[in-house]
Nanobody
Framework: QAQVVESGGGLAQPGGSLRLSCAAS?????????IAWFRQGPGKDREGIVC????????YYGESAKGRFTISRDTAKYVVHLQMNNLEREDTAVYYC??????????????????WGRGTQVIVSV
């Protein structure tokens, strides 16, 4: 069964870094798919972080991640990473990877996409 799996979550201190990964089983994350990262903090709605479109565009959904979070593709391994630096307590959330086979980035966190991962927990705390 095709699915998307996130990994790399865990506990980090404020100011620290984590790198999340998104991979697929049952299919490969081809360069022309759109891959987006979302997150849902405790008591909060799911929000978009950043998307890498199938056309090579990088789209940030808001301002909180700009300058701190970077999305990248390892095309040889068909894996997409989310490098998170200078973490803040407010970054505590479950982080999800979404895959859109058309290559178009999801418009919002509530958009229908082809695949959602189950999420990986990130906790930022001293």
């Amino acid at each position: 069964q095709a699915q998307v799996v996130e990994s790399g979550g865990g506990l980090a201190q404020p100011g620290g870094s984590l790198r999340l990964s998104c991979a697929a089983s049952g299919f490969a994350l081809m360069p022309y798919y759109a891959i987006a990262w979302f997150r849902q903090g405790p008591g909060k709605d799911r929000e978009g972080i950043v998307c890498s479109s199938g056309g090579g565009d990088i789209i940030y959904y808001g301002e909180s991640a700009k300058g701190r979070f970077t999305i990248s593709r390892d095309t040889a391994k068909y894996v997409v990473h989310l490098q998170m630096n200078n973490l803040e307590r407010e970054d505590t959330a479950v982080y999800y990877c979404a895959v859109e086979l058309t290559g178009a980035c999801p418009a919002t966190a509530n958009s229908t996409v082809d695949y959602w991962g189950r999420g990986t927990q990130v906790i930022v705390s001293v």
